[in-house]
């Protein structure tokens, strides 16, 4: 059976794609005490001292082979738990291990940036930090695996960032990692290694000042706390610095290619899976992010796209609009902006075009296509290996090696916050007070938290008149939206009329309504919504009246 184990953060466990549960602390000791010493021999008395200390119970030995028996069936038959004569072992393939991927993958980044593959060593580090989810072992109640394995995972961790940072150095992006050098050298002050390359990336944006500065705030502080002075490598920086070294001006800012949208209204909510995003797209080159319709996920997918670095860009291949299935290579290869006038299949064109490329493909609206979609993403990530890819639709794609991300919908206080922000922006004049707040919750919860039909439901209060206030009486007279609007507007691709984007993609850069939509004579309904036009319709526009209960 394929288990996968995970130790940077709280202890995690799945048995292939199925999570297993680890509910006994001592267990949780105990698992975490073999996996830190995978494939080797874990001495009884190391394990009954990480267990409980240097004065475990009368009856310990017997208690552990207990633990141990009941850890082996929490596990399931296939437990890779073994017995020696001086102890247990646990046999796993390293790569099942999250800490010795971390381990290996470090590895490879530092011999890459060695030998002068920069993109490649930047790729590495990344999905190598991408594999912590938070302080190791947190939810693991051992006090000697805090004292004595802990401090060294962490101190892994903080040199793989310096790692990281070189490299990013490296490739100009001396802007862009000055605030995570700033939050850096204020956890660790004395960590010389995180001044000097703060020092290099300041005086390279330009801040020759700021950088000196910088010497000799660490240069007191040294002095102050430990009585010594920088270390060579700081006083090396701070020589360059002085000198205005031309070494230390060379590197190019790296440049954010690619095509994604700049974002028109607010990002709100999502704090949780924007994070689980960026630690799932770290770790596996394919992550769909599924979900009902109007529930968010191309908005959450550009957010979480703009939030990446890759040394060829983030680019977006929206599927929206495509109506033939045998169109979908041309389409993709248009998006990244290949340029291709030969008589060579495209798809021959878009695997030479992705072939040596780090890059990440934002595939959004697939659910139309995804037969296609899937075969085309699948023969993609196979011949280029510094190809990730983020989907977004309303089924999974169903290939191998696929990550599935399900959008919820927004929570109440995200929702209340949507509608507040976008009211807001529609009806300037509209002001939240202790009266209408439990109207506008009232109204969010008929919505299901679903952002699509909030948004519309914001954007209907500039059609109330002056004297109309949001009320309960309003929601329940006709004027406001309910569950019957947000299945309207999750409606499916096959005979939809209603519009499934939000107000904003609609009236600022075209419809993009269903292709049923575009073709018919009836008013889209976008356009009702953006004249806000009281009347509604019954063919096209939101039923505002099928809310009343």
């Known amino acids: 059976m394929n288990y ?7 202890l995690e466990v799945r048995s292939g794609s199925e999570p297993v549960t680890i509910n006994a602390a001592k267990h949780r000791v105990l698992l975490a005490s073999l996996l830190v010493d995978a494939n080797r021999v874990v001495s009884s008395e190391t394990l009954l001292t990480r267990l409980w200390g240097e004065n475990p119970p009368s009856g310990a030995r017997n208690t552990l082979q207990n633990y141990v028996m009941r850890l082996r069936r929490a596990l399931g038959e296939a437990a890779p738990i073994r017995t020696r004569p001086e102890g ?18 470090t590895a490879q980044a530092k011999t890459a940036f060695a030998a002068g593959e920069v993109k490649k060593a930047f790729a590495l580090s990344r999905e190598a930090l991408g594999l912590w ?24 961790r903080l040199a793989a960032v310096e790692l990281r940072l070189d490299i990013d150095l490296k490739l100009g992006r001396h802007q862009d990692v000055l605030p995570e050098l700033q939050e850096l050298t204020t956890a660790y002050p004395l960590r010389e290694r995180y001044w000097a390359q703060r020092i290099l990336a300041l005086y390279r944006a330009g801040r020759q000042s700021e950088a000196l500065e910088c010497y000799r705030t660490v240069q007191a502080k040294l002095a102050d706390e430990l009585g010594v002075d920088p270390c060579p490598e700081l006083r090396e920086v701070h020589a360059r610095v002085l000198a205005a070294d031309p070494a230390d001006t060379v590197a190019a800012p790296m440049v954010r290619s690619g095509n994604l949208p700049a974002e028109l209204t607010s990002f709100v909510g999502r704090g ?3 994070e689980q995003a960026k630690q799932l797209l770290a770790c596996h080159r394919l992550v769909t992010v599924t979900g009902v319709g109007g529930v968010g996920k191309t908005r959450f997918a550009m957010r979480v796209a703009a939030g990446q670095v890759f040394p060829d860009g983030v680019w977006l291949a929206d599927l929206v609009s495509l109506a033939d299935s045998h169109l979908l290579d041309r389409a993709v290869a248009d998006a990244l902006g290949v340029k291709d006038h030969s008589a060579k299949p495209r798809l021959d064109v878009l695997v030479d075009h992705l072939h040596d490329k780090e890059l990440l493909l934002v595939v959004d609206n697939c659910e139309h296509v995804v037969g296609p979609v899937a ?14 890819v983020l989907a977004a639709s309303r089924q999974q794609l169903g290939v191998q090696g696929e ?43 008929r919505l299901d938290g679903i952002p699509l039909a909030i948004e519309l439901a914001a954007v209907r209060l500039s059609s109330l008149s002056s004297t109309t206030s949001l009320t309960a009486s309003t929601i329940g007279s006709g004027c406001w939206p309910g ?28 419809c993009r309504c269903s292709p049923a939509a575009s073709n018919s004579s009836r008013p889209r309904p976008c356009a009702l919504v953006a004249r806000s036009a009281p009347r509604t319709s019954s063919t096209c526009s939101p ?4 809310s009343r209960s």
Do not use: K
């Open 88 to 105: 247990y072992v646990i046999e796993v393939d390293d790569d099942s291990v999250d800490l010795f991927r971390f381990y290996l993958l």
């Open 375 to 388: 075969t085309l993403i699948t023969t993609l990530l196979r011949s280029a290996a510094g190809l990730r």
């Open 543 to 546: 039923d505002w009246s099928a």
């Open 4 to 10: 996968q184990f995970g130790l940077l953060g709280a």
């Open 403 to 445: 990550t599935l991300l399900p959008l919820p919908p927004l929570t109440e206080d995200e929702a209340v916050q949507m509608f507040i922000e976008r009211a807001t922006a529609s009806a300037p004049n509209f002001q939240t007070t202790p009266e209408n707040l439990h109207t506008v919750r009232r109204l969010c919860q």
């Open 133 to 156: 989810r938070g302080d190791p072992l947190s939810d693991v109640p051992s006090e000697v695996l805090r004292s004595d394995v802990v401090p060294a995972l962490v101190e892994r």
């Open 483 to 510: 569950r019957a609007t947000r299945s309207r507007c999750a409606g499916s691709w096959t005979g939809a009329t209603p519009c499934v984007h939000r107000p904003s993609a609609c009236s600022g850069h075209g």
């Open 272 to 274: 949780t899976q924007l």
